[in-house]
């Protein structure tokens, strides 16, 4: 099981800052991934990686950006943040294991989230 | 478009009895599908994993999984108050599709 950090845990700004929320794994997992979920809504990926320098947006459009420079960090960045970027916001990570005779897969481990407020 | 679907809930069951939660995927290509809990205001934890057709257990927790028809479902079986949460399904291969959630309520 991965070891997933996620700083702040919450966090309150205002309209037009530049915010960063960073996540961390001590499990040297290859793959991680940015997820966002509002109450009682499913999750959305909104962007992953499968390593150093790797960086895949994902199904949901989001106006943040991220960065992989290191295996083990995987930071989330707004630059300017609104009012519509209040939500949950869950990084996970992952490690490609093998079945016999069948493809390899991903168990998605996740950080406690950063609950993030725009007013 | 890959889709989860789930039954919202509430799910309804008295302590020790077997809670049954049903999901379906659109996505004929998935080939691994889990099974996650996840405790108002926290984040997903993992709890089962399926990868073949049948069954899989571990625990007080059975994982059904049925390719042709695309279905999966998770047998609870003693269900506890501690088991209230909402269980998120989700299929895929690199990356995967979330269902939205299904509560389940276990009264004392």
């Known amino acids: 099981e991965a070891d997933i950090y996620q700083t702040p845990r919450y966090l309150v700004i205002g309209t037009g800052k530049k915010i960063t929320l960073e996540c961390s794994q001590t499990?040297?997992?290859?793959?991680m991934y940015w997820y966002q979920q509002d109450p009682g809504m499913e999750l959305h990926l909104i962007h992953y990686?499968?390593?150093?320098?790797?960086?895949e947006k994902g199904d949901l459009s989001s106006e943040s950006t991220v960065s992989r420079i290191r295996t083990e960090h995987f930071p989330l960045t707004l630059e300017s943040a609104r009012p519509s970027h209040t939500s949950q916001y869950l990084c996970?990570?992952?490690?490609?294991?093998?079945?016999?005779?069948?493809?390899?897969?991903?168990?998605?481990?996740f950080g406690p989230g950063t609950r993030l407020t725009v007013l | 478009q890959k889709e989860v679907e789930q039954n919202s809930g509430p799910l309804s069951v008295p302590e020790g009895a077997i809670a049954s939660l049903n999901c379906t995927y659109s996505d004929r290509v998935s080939q691994s599908f889990f099974w996650y809990r996840q405790y108002s205001g926290k984040s997903p934890e993992l709890i089962m994993s399926i990868y073949s057709n049948g069954d899989k257990e571990d625990g007080r927790f059975t994982a059904q999984l049925n390719k042709a028809s695309q279905y999966v479902s998770l047998l609870i079986r003693d269900s506890q108050p501690s088991d209230s949460a909402t269980y998120l399904c989700?299929?895929?291969?690199?990356?995967?599709?979330f269902g939205k959630g299904t509560m389940l309520l276990v009264s004392p």
């Open positions: 989700a299929s895929g291969y690199s990356t995967l599709t």
């Open positions: 990686s499968y390593g150093v320098n790797s960086t």
């Open positions: 499990m040297g997992h290859d793959k």
């Open positions: 996970a990570s992952s490690e490609p294991r093998r079945l016999a005779g069948q493809s390899s897969y991903n168990e998605q481990f």
